[in-house]
C-alpha cells in the first residue's frame, strides 16, 4: 500500500468551478506540504503545515486554501478554478531524521481547467 | 529568477556507461541538496542527497558530488541501467530544517539499451 496517496488522480473541470484535491499519509509525519508541477518549472510550494493547527503560505498560495484535518490528512482547494492552474499537483510529507529532513511525495493528480 | 538550474533538459546515455546530471545554485546559504527521480505517472521518489559539511556521497551506483565555490553538484550513476531512464530533479535547501525545498527543472535521462 502507497504511504502517501492522492486522490483524484485526475480531474477535468470548468472555469470558476471549486474543487477539493484530497491527500493521506500513513508514515506517521507531521510536515505536509502541497506543490505543483509545470513543464519547464519545476515543483514549486503551494502551502505547507508543520502540525494539524499550522498551516503556512508557500511561494505560489494565491487562488488556493488548504486544510489540515487531521495529522494524516492535508487537503488543496481551489476556490474558483482558472485555467492557469491547469498542472500536475503534488502532495508530499516529511521527517526529520539526524537533523535531515527528507521529504516523500504522493503519485500526483494531474488537473485540467477548461 | 531560478534560484536552482538544471540547464540540460535531456541527456541521453548508452547502458553501462556513466551518467552525469548537473545543477547549479545561485544561493550561497543552501547548505543541503537532495536528488529526486520521477518516472511517468508517480511522484518523486528520494535518491541521494549531501549536506555542505561533505563534497561527496555515494550510494550504490549513484554518487553525488558537491562543489561550493562553483555552487554545483552532479549526480554520477554507473553503470547506467535501462530502469534508470526517468526525470531527475535536483532541490537545494537549508539544514536549518526550514520546509523549502528550490527544485530544479528536471533532466530527462533515456539510458539506451
Known amino acids: 500500500d502507497a504511504d502517501v496517496t492522492q486522490t483524484p488522480r485526475n480531474r477535468i473541470t470548468k472555469t470558476g468551478k471549486r474543487i477539493m484535491l484530497e491527500c493521506s499519509q500513513t508514515k506517521g509525519h507531521d510536515r505536509m506540504y502541497w506543490y505543483r508541477q509545470d513543464p519547464g518549472l519545476g515543483l514549486r510550494l503551494i502551502y505547507y503545515?508543520?502540525?494539524?493547527?499550522?498551516?503556512n503560505k508557500g511561494e505560489i498560495s494565491d487562488g488556493y486554501s488548504v486544510s489540515r484535518q487531521a495529522q494524516a490528512k492535508f487537503s488543496l482547494s481551489l476556490e474558483s478554478a482558472i485555467p492557469n492552474q491547469t498542472a500536475l499537483y503534488f502532495c508530499a510529507t516529511s521527517d526529520l531524521l539526524g537533523g535531515l529532513e527528507t521529504q516523500y511525495f504522493g503519485p500526483g493528480t494531474r488537473l485540467l481547467v477548461l | 529568477d531560478q534560484q536552482v538550474k538544471q540547464n540540460s533538459p535531456s541527456l541521453s546515455v548508452q547502458e553501462g556507461r556513466i551518467s552525469i546530471l548537473n545543477c547549479d545554485y545561485t544561493?550561497?546559504?543552501?547548505?543541503?541538496f537532495l536528488w529526486y527521480k520521477k518516472y511517468p505517472a508517480e511522484g518523486p521518489t528520494f535518491l541521494i542527497s549531501?549536506?555542505?559539511?561533505?563534497d561527496k556521497n555515494e550510494d550504490g551506483r549513484f554518487t553525488v558530488f558537491l562543489n561550493k565555490s562553483a555552487k554545483h553538484l552532479s549526480l554520477h550513476i554507473v553503470p547506467s541501467q535501462p530502469g534508470d531512464s526517468a526525470v531527475y530533479f535536483c532541490a537545494a535547501s537549508f539544514l536549518s530544517g526550514t520546509y523549502k525545498y528550490i527544485f530544479g527543472t528536471g533532466t530527462r535521462l533515456k539510458v539506451l539499451a
Open positions: 503545515s508543520f502540525d494539524v493547527k499550522d498551516i
Open positions: 544561493n550561497s546559504m543552501f547548505d543541503y
Open positions: 549531501i549536506s555542505s559539511i561533505k
